[in-house]
């Protein structure tokens, strides 16, 4: 059997109708759309969907938006397990994000890993991860390996300026003797305003 042998379904394409065309065909004149009106126009017809009320008010804006979605915030783990570890890696390995990726363990060297103790190890392996599960760190350890918890790496939202940075860094000595200096300035500009008719009449 060849490919141009292959044939569709009956009935899957069928044949197309030539509308218009003489009210002699059974399809001149309106061409299967009817008389005026809404379904008669180009783009007609009512809009049946889940969002369509027929007018009213629909009930998606009616309602407020209510809730917060951390989603956007959530820290997103690449998994790998002790048994991947102990398969993968040789006696006395040191395990990093870079290496695991190398090893074809994980798809991102720069997203945050989780160590879980599904499977067993027989390695001592030096282990760098965000998270450990208990069982996992539990497993490294009994195996003679070591634990190294990286933890979190928020995303700064927020960048102190420089400026603000610098002013808060400023010791507390430098803010006090500006004070006292201020207040001199002060005095003197009183001394320097005061009336000259009092001057006359002690003269």
Not at 145 to 152: H, Q
Not at 160 to 176: H, L, V
């Amino acid at each position: 059997m060849n490919i141009t042998e292959i044939t569709k379904k009956a009935g899957a394409k069928p044949p197309r109708r030539r509308v218009g065309r003489g009210e002699g065909s059974g399809w001149g004149k309106t061409a299967g759309y009817g008389h005026k009106g809404q379904n008669a126009r180009a783009g007609g017809g009512a809009k049946r969907g889940l969002l369509s009320e027929g007018g009213v008010f629909p009930l998606f804006r009616r309602i407020p938006k209510v809730g917060f979605n951390n989603k956007n915030f959530t820290a997103r783990y690449q998994v790998v397990n002790v048994s991947d570890l102990d398969k993968r890696f040789d006696n006395g390995a040191h395990v990093t994000a870079a290496t695991l990726w190398e090893a074809g363990l994980i798809r991102d060297a720069k997203a945050p890993v989780k160590v879980l103790g599904d499977g067993a190890i027989a390695k001592k392996l030096t282990v760098e991860a965000e998270r450990f599960s208990a069982d996992a760190a539990k497993k490294i350890e009994s195996a003679g390996g070591k634990v190294t918890r990286l933890g979190p790496q928020p995303k700064k939202k927020f960048v102190k300026r420089p400026a603000a940075a610098a002013k808060k860094a400023s010791p507390e000595g430098e803010s006090g003797d500006a004070k006292p200096a201020k207040e001199a300035k002060g005095k003197e500009a009183k001394g320097k305003g005061a009336p000259q008719g009092e001057g006359g009449e002690s003269a």
